[in-house]
């Protein structure tokens, strides 16, 4: 008798769908190494504007905006690469096949209807090296390996309205959802986007860059805890965002998160987020980011609330080194601060610093008080070959750097970046504070200091490697099994990536 397998759990279904993603994954590593065997480069000196080479085995080319002798992949300021899939093209009754940039895209004859397909696959290894110092709490030494996004994009479009639906298989979103985003928008205005649905709402500078141009692995310790308030994945919203070369500016309103985990204060909430940028500078070597950031939530089904951080790494998900535990009586949170990037030529220096405030009401124990957390992080990126980082006007952010095909025998080596970052949280507030009966009123959720440093590889626009070195030095949480008396700890991150 042959019986029925059942799927009761999402791990189980991930280990169901794991050959399938393995497939997809060899497939695109055979689709890169095929445009690394073609890749060729010309090296042209230019003052702003350079013809593309006339061959069809030339694949990319060098520009510099200033006159100079030799220009190579050490002083570009911009790197051209013909696309190898421009002529690949095949016609499937009323509908033509291609695939720019290597994305699978099917047009009609009258070019108003349009279906692409598209991915993003992050694998990452990582562990904690070296002593561990700790008293207690649980063991986190070993590495581990695992898949932190697998998302396959289906773009829809008709005219100037676009539905994006994108499931994700990666651990951290099995854990609550398998879906990253599901939406409607509208594109018909310049420069202006309107969306609705399962969405992602930009909150601050680096939450709203991709995770596919991040300087370092992951996202700094306070821009996690500000985006999961009113922002992060798969959250119901309606989001408008307009921009020109000069500023930017988002506003939306969001509902509660998809995904069956969250309770308490995160299910049925209401917030709201408003992102503003200006550019006062744009030149050929020069660029200046000035922002702010604000967003509010309301309390859900209950008015309690807790935050938590880790190592800024995902090896270690669900084992925070800083936790507030539960705070009781929380109405509201609102967090704002401000937003700062300058682009020196190849040097790309960034910073935000914000503020969260806890609002709290007065319940049966006696008076609560309001709680402040805060954190900033500023970081130091260096692209040492390759077209240097650009900024992107239609989400105010920096983009990764542009190298020419990966080609050893040409001596080309696609685009290489080294970053550096300091970050810091402050979970601590009135840590001291009791009432009459001796009970705290304040929070000690702990204090924690991070220096990364790492290096990114782009040997094609469709591939990132990506090795970090974190250093983790944490004060003590309260009531945190996993940091009672402290910990400084030394985390080694690597990521391969694969887009198109």
């Given at each position: 008798?042959?019986?029925?397998?059942?799927?009761?759990?999402?791990?189980?279904?991930?280990?169901?769908?794991?050959?399938?993603?393995?497939?997809?994954?060899?497939?695109?590593?055979?689709?890169?190494?095929?445009?690394?065997?073609?890749?060729?480069?010309?090296?042209?000196?230019?003052?702003?504007?350079?013809?593309?080479?006339?061959?069809?085995?030339?694949?990319?080319?060098?520009?510099?905006?200033?006159?100079?002798?030799?220009?190579?992949?050490?002083?570009?300021?911009?790197?051209?690469?013909?696309?190898?899939?421009?002529?690949?093209?095949?016609?499937?009754?009323?509908?033509?096949?291609?695939?720019?940039?290597?994305?699978?895209?099917?047009?009609?004859?009258?070019?108003r209807f349009s279906?692409?397909?598209?991915?993003?696959?992050?694998?990452?290894?990582?562990?904690?090296?070296?002593?561990?110092?700790?008293?207690?709490?649980?063991?986190?030494?070993?590495?581990?390996?695992?898949?932190?996004?697998?998302?396959?994009?289906?773009?829809?479009?008709?005219?100037?309205?676009?539905?994006?639906?994108?499931?994700?298989?990666?651990?951290?979103?099995?854990?609550?959802?398998?879906?990253?985003?599901?939406?409607?928008?509208?594109?018909?205005?310049?420069?202006?986007?309107?969306?609705?649905?399962?969405?992602?709402?930009?909150?601050?500078?680096?939450?709203?860059?991709?995770?596919?141009?991040?300087?370092?692995?992951?996202?700094?310790?306070?821009?996690?805890?500000?985006?999961?308030l009113t922002g992060?994945?798969?959250?119901?919203?309606?989001?408008?965002?307009?921009?020109?070369?000069?500023?930017?500016?988002?506003?939306?309103?969001?509902?509660?998160?998809?995904?069956?985990?969250?309770?308490?204060?995160?299910?049925?909430?209401?917030?709201?987020?408003?992102?503003?940028?200006?550019?006062?500078?744009?030149?050929?070597?020069?660029?200046?980011?000035?922002?702010?950031?604000?967003?509010?939530?309301?309390?859900?089904?209950?008015?309690?609330?807790?935050?938590?951080?880790?190592?800024?790494?995902?090896?270690?998900?669900?084992?925070?080194?800083?936790?507030?535990?539960?705070?009781?009586?929380?109405?509201?949170?609102?967090?704002?601060?401000?937003?700062?990037?300058?682009?020196?030529?190849?040097?790309?220096?960034?910073?935000?610093?914000?503020?969260?405030?806890?609002?709290?009401?007065?319940?049966?124990?006696?008076?609560?008080?309001?709680?402040?957390?805060?954190?900033?992080?500023?970081?130091?990126?260096?692209?040492?070959?390759?077209?240097?980082?650009?900024?992107?006007?239609?989400?105010?952010?920096?983009?990764?750097?542009?190298g020419s095909f990966?080609?050893?025998?040409?001596?080309?080596?696609?685009?290489?970046?080294?970053?550096?970052?300091?970050?810091?949280?402050?979970?601590?507030?009135?840590?001291?504070?009791?009432?009459?009966?001796?009970?705290?009123?304040?929070?000690?959720?702990?204090?924690?200091?991070?220096?990364?440093?790492?290096?990114?590889?782009?040997?094609?626009?469709?591939?990132?490697?990506?090795?970090?070195?974190?250093?983790?030095?944490?004060?003590?949480?309260?009531?945190?099994?996993?940091?009672?008396?402290?910990?400084?700890?030394?985390?080694?991150?690597?990521?391969?990536?694969?887009?198109?």
């Open positions: 008798m042959i019986q029925k397998n059942r799927i009761n759990s999402v791990e189980a279904l991930y280990r169901n769908i794991r050959p399938i993603l393995s497939c997809s994954f060899n497939i695109i590593v055979l689709k890169a190494t095929i445009s690394f065997a073609y890749a060729q480069t010309e090296c042209i000196s230019n003052s702003l504007i350079s013809a593309l080479p006339n061959s069809r085995n030339k694949q990319s080319i060098y520009l510099c905006l200033d006159h100079k002798q030799d220009c190579t992949m050490w002083n570009a300021d911009k790197i051209l690469n013909i696309d190898i899939y421009r002529d690949i093209s095949y016609q499937i009754g009323h509908f033509n096949l291609n695939f720019p940039k290597g994305r699978p895209t099917l047009v009609s004859s009258d070019r279906i692409s397909l598209g991915a993003s696959i992050q694998f990452d290894i990582g562990g904690i090296i070296g002593p561990d110092n700790k008293r207690n709490g649980s063991r986190m030494d070993g590495s581990q390996a695992f898949l932190r996004r697998g998302r396959f994009n289906v773009a829809i479009r008709y005219d100037d309205f676009i539905i994006n639906i994108t499931p994700d298989a990666g651990r951290p979103a099995l854990v609550n959802n398998s879906i990253y985003e599901a939406y409607l928008k509208y594109v018909g205005f310049e420069n202006t986007i309107i969306a609705i649905g399962l969405l992602q709402p930009p909150i601050t500078m680096l939450d709203t860059e991709s995770s596919n141009g991040f300087i370092l692995v992951e996202r700094p310790m306070i821009v996690d805890l500000v985006r999961n992060s994945d798969a959250r119901l919203a309606l989001m408008m965002t307009h921009w020109n070369k000069r500023y930017y500016l988002s506003a939306s309103v969001t509902g509660q998160r998809l995904g069956g985990t969250y309770q308490d204060f995160q299910r049925n909430e209401l917030g709201g987020i408003v992102r503003a940028a200006v550019r006062p500078l744009a030149i050929n070597h020069y660029d200046m980011h000035l922002g702010l950031s604000t967003t509010f939530v309301t309390h859900g089904d209950s008015r309690k609330y807790s935050l938590s951080t880790g190592q800024e790494g995902q090896v270690w998900l669900g084992r925070p080194y800083l936790r507030t535990g539960t705070v009781q009586g929380v109405n509201n949170i609102w967090a704002i601060g401000p937003e700062f990037a300058v682009r020196l030529n190849r040097f790309l220096i960034q910073s935000e610093y914000y503020s969260m405030f806890l609002q709290r009401v007065a319940e049966k124990s006696g008076n609560r008080p309001n709680l402040h957390f805060s954190g900033w992080y500023i970081s130091v990126n260096y692209v040492l070959f390759g077209q240097p980082r650009s900024y992107d006007e239609s989400k105010a952010v920096f983009t990764p750097p542009v990966f080609n050893p025998v040409a001596g080309e080596w696609g685009a290489l970046e080294w970053s550096i970052r300091w970050s810091n949280m402050n979970l601590n507030h009135y840590k001291y504070r009791m009432n009459e009966n001796g009970h705290y009123l304040g929070v000690q959720g702990g204090k924690q200091n991070i220096f990364a440093t790492g290096l990114n590889w782009y040997p094609s626009s469709h591939m990132r490697i990506s090795l970090d070195y974190n250093h983790v030095m944490a004060t003590r949480s309260r009531n945190n099994y996993y940091n009672s008396t402290g910990r400084i700890s030394n985390l080694v991150l690597s990521r391969v990536q694969f887009t198109f």
